[in-house]
T-cell receptor, first 115, second 113 residues
Framework: EAGVVQSPRYKIIEKKQPVAFWCNPI?????LYWYRQNLGQGPELLIR????????DSQLPKDRFSAERLKGVDSTLKIQPAELGDSAVYLC?????????????FGEGSRLTVL | AQSVTQLGSHVSVSEGALVLLRCNYS??????LFWYVQYPNQGLQLLLK??????LVKGINGFEAEFKKSETSFHLTKPSAHMSDAAEYFC???????????FGSGTQLTVLP
């Protein structure tokens, strides 16, 4: 079974440029998460989707970050414009809906460097 | 509110020695607790989880953790370290709906030959 797929793996951009990340979750997983992991820290939740609906986006910086999950499968996370402080690894994860075990399956992440 | 504190951002052990990675949690309701492992340039992988069943939880690769409510701890152990155990380990807590994990800041484990 394929795992969570993310692209691109690495992205280097100059500040003020836009960037987008894509995530394909595990088939059948209705819950999708985007996390940001800064160097030397644990992942922090940006947004959680249940199917197409963003049910928790309280930590998403909405002035420059946006996300969508059309048709309740793939998702994209966009930053526009990027700032130096956005350099981090952006992790996508998925899980089965209605699970109370909290087990998430993570992709390999997209490492963003903003110059 | 929930939070996790991992004591020691870096831990070094010799190959064959005991591994002990410390995690303390804070939760207003009975928590679910997890340990995830992250190898270089890879995503996080679930190592083991506690979901209110047995307090001693066994995971993959010979790791185990014990839930101690009185100490609000969930320390990760392995009797004998292997070189392949070198990675970053994250403790996480989930409570309430158990769908939102809060991660600790991680512990980098180095295994010395």
């Amino acid at each position: 079974e394929a795992g969570v797929v993310q692209s691109p793996r690495y992205k280097i951009i100059e500040k003020k440029q836009p960037v987008a990340f894509w995530c394909n979750p595990i088939s059948g997983h209705n819950t999708l998460y985007w996390y940001r992991q800064n160097l030397g820290q644990g992942p922090e939740l940006l947004i959680r989707y249940e199917n197409e609906e963003a049910v928790d986006d309280s930590q998403l910086p909405k002035d420059r970050f946006s996300a969508e999950r059309l048709k309740g499968v793939d998702s994209t996370l966009k930053i526009q414009p990027a700032e130096l402080g956005d350099s981090a690894v952006y992790l996508c994860a998925s899980s089965l809906t209605n699970t109370n075990t909290g087990e998430l399956f993570f992709g390999e992440g997209s490492r963003l460097t903003v110059l | 509110a929930q939070s996790v504190t991992q004591l020691g951002s870096h831990v070094s052990v010799s190959e064959g020695a005991l591994v002990l990675l410390r995690c303390n949690y804070s939760s207003s309701v009975p928590p679910y607790l997890f340990w995830y492992v992250q190898y270089p340039n890879q995503g996080l992988q679930l190592l083991l989880k506690y979901t209110s069943a047995a307090t001693l939880v066994k995971g993959i690769n010979g790791f185990e953790a014990e839930f101690k409510k009185s100490e609000t701890s969930f320390h990760l152990t392995k009797p004998s370290a292997h070189m392949s155990d070198a990675a970053e380990y994250f403790c996480a807590v989930a409570s309430g709906s158990a769908r939102q994990l809060t991660f600790g800041s991680g512990t980098q484990l180095t295994v010395l030959p």
